[in-house]
């Protein structure tokens, strides 16, 4: 057993001397990157910014510590103990995730959102923590939990073709000290450390570029939607004014707005990103598919400039792909002219 004072504290935050210095316990011995990243993501909570940190497995001391994770045997939420090993724990994190949770996901169910209106410098009641706070769970965490509980990503017993050992688990699991290496019960409190700070780390960097890049992107996407029959009378034609990564975005949405298949835009519209041309692509019927609701015209695929230009009747043409999912034009009314005409063929 080992007692890391102050270990992991915010750089900026500092302990008045009449603060209640609480104490987060987990296991000593080999770590995993599920308590790792639990314990990180409590030093971002105003309750335990301040904790310190027992790494052991004597129930007497664990007894003592205000906060315990990933042991004990125990998950109660009022009292503070966080363990997923007990038999006939099932606990999951809802709102469609069904995998099991680990020591990370309690953690991130109960504190999560507090750690991410912490960093946004913000209430948990601003309506962009919860939005964080689940795709945070979709896109980081739920790894996490399925890979510490043995849950395979894969419904079925598929043989994959190659191994993927660089991610976030296995680069924890890596900092551990070999088999026969020579270590003590510092040594590898320390390694513990490192590995907190580097799955936390991570966490922090993925939910600063939710924060401050996916979600803005959702923002002009909602907008657009929200005025796409200012284009087209149909609502079948969305424009952007700026270029934006929209299609995760578009079909979240279009459920989140209850937007029928009747009402679903077809085209889409946005300057390139490099130039001032502009882009017409159509929306395919999945975010990954290849298909697409309605592919621009089949005479006009995989024609150019004049030739696209006099097929199509419209001025400015650049291009239509072979397979008809995107085509250019040189102006925006070029692109809206091809995304109204093809409506039509």
């Known amino acids: 057993m080992s007692s890391l004072e102050g270990a992991l504290d915010p750089p900026a935050k500092k302990v008045k001397m009449n603060d209640e210095r609480k104490i987060i316990g987990t296991h000593n011995g080999t770590f995993h990157c599920d308590e790792a990243l639990a314990v990180f993501l409590l030093k971002r909570t105003k309750t335990y910014g301040n904790a310190d940190l027992t790494r052991t497995r004597d129930t007497a001391i664990l007894d003592t510590c205000s906060i315990v994770v990933d042991v004990g045997g125990v998950y109660d939420e009022s009292t503070q103990r966080f363990d997923h090993h007990q038999r006939g724990f099932v606990e999951v994190f809802g709102h469609g995730f069904n995998t099991k949770l680990s ?10 959102k507090e750690v991410i209106a912490n960093r946004l410098q913000t209430t948990v009641k601003d309506e962009r923590v919860e939005t964080l706070w689940l795709k945070l769970y979709k896109e980081f965490i739920e790894a996490v939990d399925g890979n510490d509980n043995g849950v395979s990503q894969y419904p079925t017993d598929l043989k994959p073709r ?110 390139d990103e490099t130039s001032k041309n502009w882009r017409v692509q159509a929306v395919p019927t999945a975010p990954d598919s290849f298909e697409s609701r309605k592919a621009l015209p089949e005479a006009w695929r995989g024609l150019r400039d004049d030739v696209l230009s006099s097929m199509s009747g419209i001025e400015g043409g650049i291009f239509v792909h072979a397979s008809g999912f995107i085509g250019g034009n040189k102006t925006k009314e070029g692109a809206l002219q091809m995304a109204k005409l093809a409506l039509t063929m």
Request: net charge negative; aromatic share 14%.
């Open 162 to 271: 190659y191994r993927v050992r660089t991610d976030i688990s296995s680069r924890v699991s890596f900092l551990n000290p070999a088999w026969n290496e020579p270590v003590n019960a510092q040594a590898v409190d320390a390694r513990f450390l490192e590995a907190s700070s580097l799955v936390g780390e991570e966490f922090l960097s993925r939910l600063d570029y939710y924060a401050n890049a996916w979600l803005p992107a959702r923002r002009l996407v909602a907008e657009a939607l929200n005025r796409k029959q200012e284009a087209d009378s149909s609502g079948k034609i969305t424009v952007f004014e700026q270029f934006v990564p929209w299609k995760e975005h578009l079909f979240d949405l279009e459920a989140e707005m209850q937007i029928s298949s009747e009402s679903q835009p077809i085209y889409v519209l946005y300057p």
């Open 103 to 112: 020591s990370a996901g309690l953690v991130y169910k109960h504190f999560g």
